[in-house]
C-alpha cells in the first residue's frame, strides 16, 4: 500500500455543517475544480452514498474511477476506498476526520494514501499529494463557510 499523508484546516462551522457539504457528492463540480462530474451509483439505506463515480479532469491528470464509502454513526468520519484500478490509480484509501473545537470552528483532518499505475520519483508524488490536498482542504473550507453566509 502507498504512503499516506495528512494535513488538517480549520473550518468555521460545525463537524454537521461540515460532513453535509461532504456528503453532497452531487454538488461537487460546482466547487470542487477538478470534478467534472459526479454519479452516486449506491446508497445505503440511511441516504448516505457507499458507491460514487468520480470524472476528474486536472490538467495533467484525467481520470474517472469509484469510490466505496463508510461512515461513523455521528459523521465525525467519513472513509473511502478505491472499488477497482483505474487508468492512473492501482489503490486509494482515504478519509475526513471531523472535530468540534467548542468554538465555533471543527478542525478537518484529510488523511490520503494513492498507488499509481505509473511510477513516479517520490519527491513529485509528495509535491502532488500536498497540492491536491491543500486545494481539497481550501475548496472544501470555502464552499462550507460560504454556505454558512
Known amino acids: 500500500m502507498a504512503d499516506s499523508s495528512t494535513q488538517s484546516i480549520v473550518v468555521a462551522a460545525s463537524p454537521a455543517d461540515i460532513a453535509a457539504v461532504i456528503c453532497d457528492f452531487p454538488r ?3 466547487w470542487a475544480a477538478a470534478v467534472r462530474s459526479i454519479e452516486v451509483i449506491e446508497e445505503y439505506e440511511d441516504g448516505y452514498a457507499s458507491q460514487v463515480r468520480f470524472s476528474l479532469d ?3 491528470a484525467k481520470d474517472e474511477y469509484t469510490l466505496q464509502y463508510e461512515y461513523a454513526d455521528d459523521i465525525s468520519r467519513i472513509e473511502w476506498r478505491l472499488v477497482a484500478p483505474s487508468a492512473l490509480q492501482k489503490s486509494q484509501v482515504g478519509s ?3 472535530v468540534d ?3 465555533g470552528t ?3 483532518t484529510y488523511t490520503l494514501a494513492v498507488e499509481l499505475g505509473m511510477s513516479m520519483l517520490g519527491m513529485f508524488k ?6 491536491i490536498m491543500d486545494t481539497a482542504l481550501k475548496e472544501l473550507k470555502r464552499r462550507v463557510e ?3 453566509s
Do not use: C, Q, W
Open 28 to 30: 461537487y463540480p460546482e
Open 126 to 131: 509528495r509535491k502532488a499529494e500536498k497540492m
Open 58 to 60: 486536472a490538467g495533467v
Open 106 to 108: 471543527s478542525t478537518v
Open 96 to 98: 475526513y476526520d471531523l
Open 146 to 148: 460560504s454556505s454558512k
Open 101 to 103: 473545537n467548542g468554538d
